[in-house]
């Protein structure tokens, strides 16, 4: 996003949530006697963002832009977007989101698996404002380029991320395919930066992987819910039991969320009878999501979960906990309890707003909480990086072979 297009929206943002003071050094007198003239309606519909009184307001500031400001052209289309993601921004709500329409194109591609990246997952570190390098894909340009898991995202092809919303800075990492671009990263133990360029290339989305390992104990990691993630949990689940599973370790570590209906899915087959989860929206209506019970796991289990562990994730490894149908191992979970939903608009444009929370079979809402394990373990982060050992899949795999 340019410097220009920041202002602009930096300034629409705030136009409908406070006065704009403007001294008549910087404004045209006539402009802010106009202004005053018609303040003294500013009561007649205060309960409506939209009306007479805030579209005069924005008329008078794109004046005021017209009339004085300095720099290059300003582009009408993104002040016109600013509007509504000021609008849409107002309602500090990390997850509700404004989309054009050539965002919500660029979206929809990415919910239908149409991937041109760097082949790994980001995640926001709240604490400091910071995205963060996940899993990073075998094969993947990130690993080819040196990229490490935790590494901190300073800039992305030279722009600040500090404080983006976790769509925008992944929509700058984002790209045609065979273009690249030059990530600045903070690796923990460094004082220093370093720039690493990546590649982007067209990265496959598997979601699900699989492996047998000692002891017939079988190891499932789930990166994300997609529509593509229930037939590969599915074929996991054959093979895990086809090589005679005794039991499961199933890893939700950094596991952003995704989508509800695969959670859903992916859950039916693992629990018994009964409530999966439940959402209520803003009337209070309820809506329950149930099981079946036809494929209820049988063999213990052991959930990997830790603060990079989100929203559906949540929803599974909570459901898990209330039936006590495995072992919540790792540290506590992110806590987003909200559901979204796209609202599409159209011109092709949508908007992304938090329209539910959801409840875990026992009625608990976990958001700005998280879910705390049943047994808390941190990730021996220096050990892992140095040597490859994952000390909390050593745990999971000890309490499967001795039940202790």
């Not at 075998?138 to 992305?156: F, H, K, N, T």
């Not at 990691?221 to 199933?250: H, N, P, W, Y």
């Amino acid at each position: 996003m340019s410097d220009k297009r920041k202002f602009v929206n930096g300034l629409l943002s705030g136009l409908l949530l406070a006065v704009i003071i403007v001294s008549a050094t910087f404004a045209g007198r006539e402009a802010v006697a106009a202004w005053k003239e018609h303040k003294g309606t500013e009561s007649a519909a205060a309960d409506e963002v939209v009306n007479a009184r805030t579209m005069q307001k924005l008329q008078l500031i794109e004046e005021l832009i017209e009339e004085n400001y300095a720099l290059d052209m300003v582009d009408t289309k993104a002040m016109e977007n600013g509007i509504y993601q000021g609008l849409v921004g107002s309602l500090d709500d990390p997850y509700s989101v404004y989309y054009s329409a050539e965002e919500m194109e660029a979206q929809q591609e990415k919910l239908d698996g149409v991937y041109y990246g760097i082949g790994a997952y980001v995640r926001l570190d709240e604490e400091l404002g910071l995205a963060r390098l996940g899993e990073i894909f075998d094969g993947s340009p990130a690993q080819e380029s040196g990229l490490l898991e935790g590494d901190l995202i300073m800039r992305v092809d030279g722009q600040y991320t500090k404080n983006m919303s976790l769509d925008d800075v992944v929509g700058l990492i984002k790209g045609e395919e065979g273009t690249k671009v030059v990530l600045t990263i903070m690796r923990e133990g460094e004082a220093d930066t370093r720039e690493v360029e990546v590649e982007r290339r067209e990265v496959p989305k598997q979601t699900v992987s699989y492996e047998m390992l000692d002891h017939k104990i079988a190891y499932i990691r789930i990166t994300e819910f997609d529509k593509v993630t229930v037939d590969q949990f599915t074929d996991a689940m054959a093979m895990a039991k086809g090589s005679g599973m005794l039991g499961l370790i199933l890893d939700l570590r950094n596991n952003p969320g995704g989508n509800l209906a695969a959670v859903i899915d992916v859950a039916r087959k693992l629990l018994p009878k009964g409530l999966v989860v439940y959402t209520e929206d803003k009337a209070g209506k309820r809506q329950d999501y149930n099981c079946d019970g036809e494929n209820e796991l049988t063999v213990p289990m052991v959930v990997l979960v830790n603060e990079g562990s989100a929203s559906a994730s949540e929803v599974l490894a909570g459901a898990i906990k209330d039936y006590e149908k495995g072992k919540l191992l790792g540290t506590t979970t992110f806590g987003k309890g909200i559901v979204q939903k796209y609202l599409s608009i159209s011109d092709g444009s949508a908007v992304k707003l938090t329209t539910s929370k959801y409840y875990t079979p026992k009625g608990s809402n976990i958001h700005g909480i998280g879910i705390r394990p049943d047994e808390e373990l941190e990730l021996d982060y220096e050990r892992y990086i140095e040597e490859g050992y994952d000390n909390q899949l050593e745990r999971a795999k000890e309490i499967l072979i001795t039940g202790e």
